[in-house]
């Protein structure tokens, strides 16, 4: 039984799989900075060296973590709410065992010394289930490793001063559910997530039987300066994800 933002998640997706596909990895070059040039080299930092390592990429969308961590070493599984994600993530990866599936269901009964998911719990309005889930697989000692959108980068608003657009924080407390809009190629498609204070996830964390062991702010590398002079501008001064490695005990 898909829970109603499950069923949201899989219809958005619906549409937008090719499109975010190929903005990630062939035509829209937007995709890079965000991606490639932000929350990847945070991530792949904290997930060290996966050599060898059993890897469930939680939500793995088009299969793009599962392709460079298998290149790396990794024993990859990975599942993903939308078929037409995965259908994508399995010709990118037909030798990997990549799945339909609920993250609040993992359709994997082994443990795993690692669990990545990447931009993609921030879509779960309850994500203690998302950690009591993700414990069934991982072994005592193991890592589960998430990037979400920055809970600062979530209150911010723009306002005019001047002849200048400035970001202001605002409503940071307020939790709950928020939309943008995603600019992909022609599509303009609006995308949910669940906005957390840092107590909230900090909370959720500890009395889940996990302890933190590591965290990024998300910043732009060097190479996104000269491609991407504006963005590159604006993410070295607000943080808009962020990483973070924790471990079951």
């Known amino acids: 039984m898909r ?3 499950e069923k949201e998640a899989r219809s ?8 975010y596909h190929n903005y990630r990895t062939k035509i829209h070059p937007k995709g890079w900075f965000f991606n490639e040039m932000l929350e990847m080299p945070a991530t792949l930092e904290l997930l060290g060296n996966v050599k060898g ?24 599984k990975g599942f993903d709410i939308s078929e037409e994600m ?18 609040l269901n993992i359709p994997f009964k082994e443990k795993f010394d690692i669990v990545l998911a990447s931009l993609a719990v921030h879509y779960v309005k309850n994500q203690d289930e998302v950690l009591r889930e993700v414990s069934k697989v991982l072994k005592k000692g193991s890592f589960f490793v ?4 920055n809970p600062v980068a979530e209150s911010h608003r723009k306002i005019k001063w001047g002849k200048r657009k400035i970001s202001v924080l605002d409503n940071y407390f307020k939790e709950g559910k928020i ?4 600019k992909l190629s022609e599509k303009k498609i609006k995308v949910y997530s669940y906005h957390k204070t840092y107590e909230s996830i900090i909370k ?3 009395k889940n039987g996990f302890e933190i062991v590591g965290y990024k702010d998300a910043y732009p590398i060097k190479k996104s300066k000269r491609l991407f002079p504006e ?3 604006e993410y070295t001064r607000i943080p808009f994800f962020c990483v973070w490695k924790v471990r079951k005990k």
């Open 53 to 76: 390592k059993k890897v469930l990429d939680w939500g793995c969308g088009s299969g793009i973590y599962a392709k460079l961590l298998t290149k790396k070493g990794a024993k990859v």
């Open 12 to 19: 958005i997706y619906k549409d937008i799989a090719e499109y």
């Open 146 to 149: 998430f990037s979400i959108v």
């Open 179 to 182: 939309y943008n809009t995603w």
């Open 231 to 233: 963005f590159y501008y």
């Open 86 to 103: 995965i259908k994508i993530a399995k010709e990118e990866n037909p030798q990997l065992d990549l799945r339909v599936g609920s993250g």
């Open 204 to 206: 959720t964390i500890l």
């Open 3 to 5: 829970t109603k933002e």
